[in-house]
Each structure stands twice: as C-alpha cells, then as structure tokens.
C-alpha cells in the first residue's frame, strides 16, 4: 500500500505568515486522486483541495496546492487565525487501500 | 442540501458485534461510492472500506485491518450506508465516519461521526 508521510506533524505559525506542509508518497500517485482534508477539533473532516491543486467549495484563495509523483504541498500564503487546524493528505491510487497521511497540525503562534 | 447522519455507536464488550448506520439525504444515493472511516482518539484517519455504486454493482472492498470482521451493506430503498462490526477489540475503539466520494475518489460529504467504545 501507498504510504503517506506528512511534515511537520505540528507546526506553529503567526499572523500573516507564508505556511507550507508537505506530503510524501512511498510510491507515485496520480496527481488526480492527492486530496486534502481540514479538520478542527470537535469536527469532521472537510474537503479542502482535491486533485492536488483545486480548492473546494469555500476554501479561501489565500490556500494552494502543488505537487506531482510522490511529492505534494499545501501552501497558505498568509495565516489566518481560522487556519489553525490538522490537515491530512489523502491518495487513491488505482485500487484500494486508500491511505491518509497522519496529519499536520497547525497552529497559532 | 447533502447530509449524512451517523448513528448506532455505543460501549460494546470486546469480541461483541455493532451495526452503525449512516441515513443520507440531498442526493442520488445509488450514484455514488461510500466509505467508512475511522479516528481513534487524537489519532490520525483510518479508511475501513467502500461500497461501489449501482454502475459497479454494488461490490465492497476493505482495509486489511477490517477485512473479515467488518461488512459494508446500503439500504438502496431508504439511502441508508451500514457497517456491520464483529468480534470487536479495544482498539476498534474510535469515532466512524461515512463519507461519500466523489469521482476522483475524494471525500466531498463526511457525517458527523458516531463514537464506539470497545471496553470490558
């Protein structure tokens, strides 16, 4: 199966600062089925970026994502305060299983 | 508007059996893929497995770590997604969720999760 790998696990950002978060597959993964998910405390899970770089319904502008094979990012080009949260990759690839990266958690600083 | 609700979960004994339910609404039920997914306490998500749509007759697949224990069913009638869980073990404890996915295989909907505990 596809492992997911996400760096850092927790990282602290202030207001208005350039925040990026990566995620490394063990093998290639279409860029077509890498997903991003945010969740806060408390909460489900929601769909943040699909297929790499397309954000979802909702999600602000000031959020991007990038990547190919086995390498993706997230970028939030300038922390908001409502940004603080775990964000976890996502890959389908081919077939099952389908495999989460353990998260990034983000927060304030 | 799309909503899935999950209920059914609960404190069950190790090696006891539960049946979860999810009730959708807002969509055409057959169309789609859905999954379960689980999250342990502060822990990270976990993909249980999925049950194709009526265009893939329906079939299931699973993550090794539930492969034999748990079963994937839908209530096309009523648009309703089960997960039958057997024999279960202290760390099946965990908030589940369903998820109904999208083409490219994203999450687009999740409910708002329902919480088993595995405890003597």
């Known amino acids: 199966q596809i492992v997911l790998t996400q760096s850092p696990a927790i990282m602290s950002a202030s207001l208005g600062e350039r925040v990026t978060m990566t995620c490394t597959a063990s093998?290639?993964?279409?860029?077509?089925?890498l997903h991003w998910y945010q969740q806060k405390p408390g909460s489900s899970p929601k769909l943040w970026i699909y297929?790499?770089?397309n954000l979802a319904s909702g999600v602000p502008a000031r959020f991007s994502g990038s990547g190919s094979g086995t390498s993706y990012s997230l970028t939030i080009s300038s922390m908001e305060a409502e940004d603080a949260a775990t964000y976890y990759c996502?890959?389908?690839?081919?077939?099952?299983?389908?495999?989460f990266g353990a998260g990034t958690k983000l927060e304030l600083k | 508007e799309v909503k899935l609700v999950e209920s059914g979960g609960g404190l069950v004994q190790p090696g006891g059996s539960l049946r979860l339910s999810c009730a959708t609404s807002?969509?055409?039920?057959?169309?789609?893929?859905m999954s379960w997914v689980r999250q342990p306490p502060g822990k990270a998500l976990e993909w249980l497995g999925f049950?194709?749509?009526?265009?893939?007759?329906?079939?299931?697949e699973y993550s090794a770590s539930v492969k034999g224990r748990f079963t994937i069913s839908r209530d096309n009638s009523q648009s309703i997604l089960y997960l039958q869980m057997n024999t279960l073990r202290a760390e099946d404890s965990a908030t589940y969720y369903c998820?109904?996915?999208?083409?490219?295989?994203?999450?687009?909907?999740w409910g708002q999760g329902t919480t088993l505990t595995v405890s003597s």
């Open positions: 049950i194709r749509n009526k265009a893939n007759g329906y079939t299931t």
């Open positions: 998820a109904r996915e999208g083409v490219l295989r994203f999450f687009d909907y």
């Open positions: 807002g969509f055409t039920f057959t169309d789609y893929y």
């Open positions: 297929s790499t770089s």
């Open positions: 996502h890959q389908y690839h081919r077939s099952p299983p389908i495999t």
């Open positions: 093998s290639s993964v279409s860029s077509s089925y």
